[in-house]
């Protein structure tokens, strides 16, 4: 017999606040502070080399898709990121953590136009690491 609707609208809730929506704030503030500046570097800063081992051609290539990767990483955890505000402070919370974000201001921010995840998401991370931190041990290797 099929479960009803009821059942699994509440398997798909505890689903999202068991998630880890913190990795989306943080992927989003790493692939626009670290990956694409590093990629614009690479490119950008060795152009003369690369012209020296004529490669220039497929320099461009691998940073053209590097580009479109970045772009689409930052539109994913970009729409990720705002029920991340929600479930993540609602995590915090059940935790028992002192800090608890203004989850509304920051989806508000959030949605304003082109500038909005920009200004919200790194404030976000910053605040969120300063207040609890953030759980990188499970991307460290252990040792």
């Keep these: 017999m099929a479960s009803g609707i009821g059942e699994y609208a509440t398997g798909i809730d505890a689903r999202l606040r068991q998630y ?5 704030h943080v992927l989003f503030f790493a692939s626009l502070l670290v990956v694409l500046p590093m990629v614009l570097l ?20 691998a940073a053209n898709l590097a580009m479109y990767v970045i772009i689409a990483i930052v539109v994913v955890t970009s729409i990720g990121a705002l029920p991340g505000y929600y479930y993540d402070a609602k995590y915090l919370e059940r935790e028992g953590f002192d800090y608890s974000p203004r989850w509304p201001l920051y989806t508000i921010v959030h949605v304003i136009p082109v500038f909005g995840p920009f200004i919200a998401v790194p404030l976000y991370v910053i605040q969120r690491w300063r207040h609890v931190g953030l759980p990188m041990q499970e991307f460290l290797p252990s040792g």
Excluded: E, Q, T
Excluded at 20 to 24: A, F, I
Excluded at 42 to 61: D, E, K, P, Q
């Design 20 to 24: 880890d929506w913190w990795k989306h």
């Design 42 to 61: 690479s490119f950008h800063g060795l152009r003369g080399v690369y012209s020296i081992l004529g490669i220039v051609s497929v320099a461009r290539l």
